[in-house]
C-alpha cells in the first residue's frame, strides 16, 4: 500500500486517484471542457480557484522578461541587461528538430489529446501504485506551461514560485482548468511557440533561443538534432542534467530523448544512433548582463540610466511599477551617449589618473541647450572587484542615481555664479576692491533670505598667495581667483541672491540638499557633482538658460510601442547679456588666467579652476558654445587625502590645482568630442574694465565704480598691467577657517 507523506497528507498517487474519482462524479469530462464547479471540491475558501471560470488574459499572451538593450545616440550597442535571459522567437525559427524533441520526452501524444491526457494519467497511475510512490508524472506540455506562467509572475516572490508548484489538488486544478481554455483559444502550435520560449534550460537561459545561445552560441533554428535532444532533456532538471557540469549526465539524457525520438517516429533508429555517437559540442557562451557589459567605460553612464527608469515617474507611478518593468525588459532604449564623446571621455579621465592610483577622476559632459547627457568618464573602472580597483560608484552623480552621497566641494568653480547674480542686480564688473591678501569679514554684514544676519562672529578670508593683493575688478578676480574680492562682491550682492543665482542653475548637494545659507558658498564649500556643475555651466553657453540634465531621448517596447520619458525642463535663469559677460570674463580664465594649461586654441572656450581646503577636490569646469565638461579630481574612497607630494598618473606633483590636472584632462575630452569643422563663438559683448586710482592708499578696501568704470576692450587696459601666471596653484578655493580654507567633506 502506498505510505502518506510525513505530516499525514496524501501522496500523489493517492491525490490523482482522488481527483479522478472526484472528477468522475462530477460528470468531468477530462479531454473536453467541464471540470466541476469550485465549490465541489471545497477549494474556494483558500483562493486557490479565484477567476477559475475565466481565463486570465496574462495565459494566452504572457509578458515574458526579456533582454533590455541600451542603445548610443547613434544606434551603437552600449549594453544589454536582464532579470531573466530571453529572446522571444515565433515558432518558425525555432528548429523542427527542437520541436519534435520537446514533444517527444515531454508529451508524446501532444497532438492526439486535449489539455489532458488520460492515457497518461492512467498510465503514470499505474506506474506510481507499482513504485510505491511518486515515479511518474502525468502532466501535458500545456498543463506544463500554465504552470510555468505563474512561475513567470512570480518573479523573485519565493512564496508566490511555491504556491505556484507546490503539490497540491486544489493547484492542479486550477491548472487543468486553465490549460483546457488556453487549448481552446490559442491551439497547439502556439501552446508550443509560448511553452519553448518560457521554458528554463539552466545557465540562467530562459527560452530556447537564450539556451541555444548560452550552450552552443547560434539560434535556435539552427540546432542541429543531437544538440536539440540535449536542450530538450535538460528541461525536466536543468542541474541535474547540466551538460557544462555533468557531461556524462547531460550526455545519457539526451540520449534517452534521441530514443525517444526514434519510438514516436520523428527520426529513424539509424539517425538516434549516429546522434548518440557524437559528442556534446558545446560551444558554451557566458551569461553577460548589465552595466558590466558596457563598451567605452560607459558602465557608470548605463547604470544611471538604469537609475532613471528606476526612480523617474515617467516610467511608472510607484517604485513597484518602474521596477516590474524593468525587470519584464523587452526594452530599447535609446539615450544621449555621443560614442565619439564617451570615448574622449574614457580617454581623458585615464590619460592623466591610473585606476591603481589614490585618487580618481570624473569627466562628464552636457550639451548646452538640450541638457543631453553626452559622456560619463572614470578612471576606475565600473565592476564589482575591488582587487582590480573596480568601483559601481559613479563620481559624477549624487547618490540617488548610483553616485557618491554628498558630491565634493567646488572651490572657486563657485564664484562665477555670484559674479553672476551681480551682474543681474546691476553692479557693474569695474567694481573694484583694493584689499590686502587677508581680511576678516564680519558674518552679520551677510543677510540670509529671512533678512537675519547669518551670524555674529567674524570670518577670515585671505588668497592663496602674499602677493595677491588689490586693486582688482571682476575679470580680473575671476582671472586670478581672488577669495577676498568674491567675500566682499558677495556682501554687496547679497548672500540671498547668491543661493538663489546657484539655485536657478540647478545647485544641490549629491544627497539632494539644497544649498545653505553662509557666506563661505561664494568660495564653494557647499558640495555638488561633476554633473550638476557641467549642467550649471551649460547654462552660460546657452546664453543663460538652464536646462536639466536628460539621459534617455527614446524608450521602445517588445510590441514597438514608444513610452513617455523624461524631458529637459529649460529655465532662464540670468539674462542673455549676464551669461554673455561671464562667458567674456571666463574666456580669461582659458586665455591668460589659471586656466592657460586647459585652453583651446582652435575655438572660443571659457571656463573656470577650483580647488579646496588642503587640495582635497580639483576641479576645472568649462565649455564652449557647443560644449559643456566638468572634470573632477580627488580622493574617492575613505578619508580624503590632500594632494600635495603626490605621484597621480605616474606623474609627481607637489601639488595639485585645478589648472595643473583637471585642466589638461579637459582639454583632452573636449579635443576628442568636439567635430573640428564645428566652431562656433559666443556672443560677441564688451566687458567694462575699472581704471585704478592715482591714489590707490584712499578709501582702501571699498568698492570703487563710478564715470571712469567704463573702460572698453581696445582702448588702454587701465588692469593691463595686472599679469595671469599660468598656475596660481590653490588659490581657486581657500575657504573659510582661521586659514582661509574649506572644510572637507
Not at 552552443?216 to 551538460?243: M, T
Not at 572614470?378 to 582590480?388: A, E, H, I
Not at 571659457?606 to 572634470?631: E, M
Request: with cysteine; charged share 25%; hydrophobic share 35%.
Amino acid at each position: 500500500m502506498p505510505k502518506k507523506r510525513s505530516g499525514g497528507g496524501l501522496t500523489t498517487t493517492q491525490q490523482a486517484a482522488k481527483f479522478l474519482g472526484v472528477a468522475a462524479l462530477s460528470g468531468a469530462v477530462l479531454a473536453g471542457i467541464a471540470l466541476p464547479a469550485a465549490g465541489v471540491l471545497g477549494l474556494a475558501a483558500k483562493g486557490t480557484v479565484e477567476g477559475f471560470d475565466e481565463i486570465p488574459s496574462n495565459l494566452k499572451t504572457p509578458p515574458l522578461s526579456q533582454r533590455t538593450t541600451i542603445l548610443d545616440s547613434g544606434g551603437g550597442l552600449i549594453a544589454t541587461d536582464y532579470s531573466r535571459d530571453r529572446t522571444v522567437v515565433p515558432l518558425k525559427d525555432i528548429s523542427p528538430y527542437m520541436q519534435d524533441a520537446i514533444i517527444a520526452i515531454e508529451d508524446s501524444r501532444f497532438y492526439e489529446h486535449g489539455a489532458v491526457d488520460l492515457k497518461g494519467i492512467l498510465r503514470a497511475m499505474n506506474r506510481n501504485v507499482q513504485a510505491g510512490g511518486a515515479a511518474q508524472g502525468a502532466s501535458t506540455l500545456t498543463q506544463q506551461y500554465v504552470k510555468n506562467v505563474f512561475v513567470e509572475e512570480a518573479g523573485d516572490d519565493q512564496a508566490k514560485v511555491l504556491e505556484a508548484t507546490q503539490q497540491t489538488l486544489g493547484r492542479k486544478v486550477r491548472e487543468l482548468k486553465f490549460a483546457i481554455q488556453v487549448e481552446e483559444e490559442l491551439g497547439k502550435k502556439k501552446i508550443l511557440e509560448n511553452y519553448l520560449n518560457i521554458t528554463f534550460f539552466g545557465q540562467q537561459a530562459y527560452g530556447i533561443e537564450a539556451a541555444s545561445q548560452r550552450y552552443f552560441s547560434k539560434p535556435a533554428k539552427n540546432l542541429k538534432l543531437q544538440e536539440a535532444a540535449l536542450l530538450a532533456g535538460i528541461v525536466q532538471s536543468p542541474s541535474r542534467y547540466d551538460p557544462v557540469n555533468d557531461v556524462q549526465e547531460a550526455t545519457k539524457r539526451r540520449n534517452v530523448v534521441l530514443q525517444r525520438m526514434a519510438a514516436t517516429k520523428n527520426i529513424t533508429q539509424a539517425e538516434a544512433d549516429k546522434a548518440m555517437e557524437s559528442p556534446l559540442g558545446l560551444k558554451v557562451s557566458k551569461p553577460r548582463s548589465g552595466c558590466i557589459t558596457a563598451v567605452e567605460g560607459a558602465g557608470f553612464f548605463c547604470n544611471y540610466v538604469r537609475k532613471t527608469v528606476l526612480s523617474d515617474p515617467a516610467f511608472g507611478k510607484t517604485e513597484a511599477e518602474r521596477k516590474k518593468l524593468w525587470d519584464l525588459g523587452g526594452l530599447t532604449i535609446k539615450t544621449t551617449l555621443d560614442p565619439k564623446a564617451q570615448a574622449a571621455a574614457n580617454e581623458a579621465a585615464t590619460s592623466r589618473v591610473n585606476k591603481t592610483d589614490g585618487v580618481a577622476a570624473s569627466v562628464v559632459q552636457v550639451q548646452p541647450g538640450s541638457g543631453k547627457i553626452l559622456s560619463m568618464g572614470q578612471s576606475r573602472p565600473y565592476g564589482l572587484d575591488g582587487t582590480k580597483n573596480e568601483t559601481v560608484i559613479n563620481l559624477a552623480v549624487g547618490s540617488a542615481m548610483g553616485g557618491t552621497t554628498y558630491g565634493f566641494q567646488v572651490g572657486s568653480t563657485f564664484k562665477p555664479f555670484t559674479a553672476a547674480a551681480a551682474l543681474e542686480k546691476g553692479i557693474s564688473p569695474t567694481t573694484v576692491y583694493d584689499d590686502p591678501w587677508k581680511i576678516i569679514m564680519e558674518k552679520s554684514d551677510y543677510r540670509d533670505c529671512s533678512g537675519s544676519p547669518t551670524g555674529s562672529d567674524q570670518w577670515p578670508v585671505q588668497n592663496e598667495l602674499e602677493s595677491e593683493k588689490g586693486p582688482y575688478d571682476l575679470t580680473s578676480a575671476l582671472g586670478k581667483s581672488i577669495n577676498t574680492y568674491f567675500a566682499r562682491l558677495e556682501q554687496k550682492v547679497g548672500l540671498c541672491e547668491t543661493v538663489t543665482m546657484a539655485k536657478k542653475l540647478g545647485y544641490e548637494a549629491g544627497n539632494g540638499r539644497k544649498l545653505g545659507e553662509d557666506p563661505s558658498v561664494t568660495l564653494g564649500v557647499a558640495e555638488n557633482t561633476p554633473l550638476g556643475m557641467a549642467t550649471a555651466y551649460a547654462a552660460f553657453a546657452n546664453r543663460g538658460t538652464y536646462c536639466t540634465p536628460i539621459a534617455i531621448e527614446t524608450v521602445t517596447t517588445r510590441a514597438g510601442k514608444q513610452l513617455p520619458v523624461p524631458k529637459t525642463a529649460c529655465d532662464r535663469a540670468m539674462s542673455e547679456n549676464t551669461a554673455d559677460m561671464i562667458n567674456q570674463m571666463l574666456k580669461g580664465v582659458v586665455e591668460d588666467g589659471t586656466g592657460t594649461q586647459a585652453g583651446l586654441t582652435d575655438r572660443d572656450n571659457a571656463g573656470k579652476t577650483g580647488t579646496t581646503d588642503d587640495r582635497k577636490d580639483a576641479w576645472f569646469v568649462g565649455y564652449t558654445p557647443n560644449l559643456s565638461t566638468a572634470v573632477w579630481v580627488g580622493d574617492d574612497v575613505g578619508e580624503k587625502r590632500g594632494m600635495f607630494n603626490i605621484t597621480i598618473g605616474g606623474q609627481y606633483y607637489d601639488k595639485v590645482c585645478g589648472g595643473c590636472l583637471p585642466g589638461p584632462i579637459w582639454r583632452t575630452a573636449m579635443t576628442g568630442a568636439l567635430n573640428a569643422s564645428e566652431t562656433p563663438t559666443f556672443n560677441p559683448v564688451s566687458v567694462p574694465r575699472a581704471k585704478p586710482k592715482e591714489d590707490k592708499d584712499k578709501n582702501k578696501g571699498r568698492d570703487k565704480e563710478g564715470e571712469d568704470g567704463d573702460e572698453k576692450p581696445g582702448q588702454d587696459d587701465p588692469f593691463g598691467d595686472i599679469t595671469f601666471p599660468d598656475l596660481i596653484g590653490g588659490n581657486q578655493g581657500r575657504t573659510g577657517g582661521q586659514d582661509g580654507g574649506a572644510n572637507g567633506p
